[in-house]
């Protein structure tokens, strides 16, 4: 079994500032990409931001200049660091990672439970 666990989600004003990370724990080999995405009320889900396993990053437009990707290999973690944030970028937001549980077994995708993020005054 593999979990994604997301935290650090919360209510903050406009032009603030919030990191979210993102665990991978459980039956693991190997992790290529994370990512995150989010997903606001009456919208499709999209996608943040994305890094791979080395390090090589890529953002939607929307978010480029003020959200930073980061990952700890170490500790299979992905981080989301927002600033600036607005209030368009409330949302639930998921990380992913795309992973193998065993060195044979093809890679799969799996994704965290979300955590809600509010830009509100």
């Known amino acids: 079994q593999v979990q994604l666990v997301e935290s650090g989600g919360g209510l903050v004003q406009p032009g603030g500032s919030l990191r979210l990370s993102c665990a991978a724990s459980?039956?693991?080999?190997?992790?290529?990409?994370m990512g995150w995405y989010r997903q606001a009320p009456g919208k499709q889900r999209e996608l943040v931001a994305t890094?791979?396993?080395?390090?090589?990053?890529n953002y939607a437009d929307s978010v480029k200049g003020r959200f930073a990707i980061s990952r700890d290999n170490a500790k299979n973690t992905v981080y989301l660091q927002m600033n600036s944030l607005k209030p368009e970028d409330t949302a639930v937001y998921y990380c992913?990672?795309?992973?193998?549980?065993?060195?044979?077994?093809?890679?799969?995708?799996?994704w965290g439970q979300g955590t809600q993020v509010t830009v509100s005054s």
């Open positions: 992913n990672a795309e992973l193998r549980t065993a060195r044979y077994v093809r890679q799969s995708t799996f």
């Open positions: 459980g039956r693991i080999f190997s992790i290529n990409d």
């Open positions: 890094i791979t396993s080395d390090d090589r990053t």
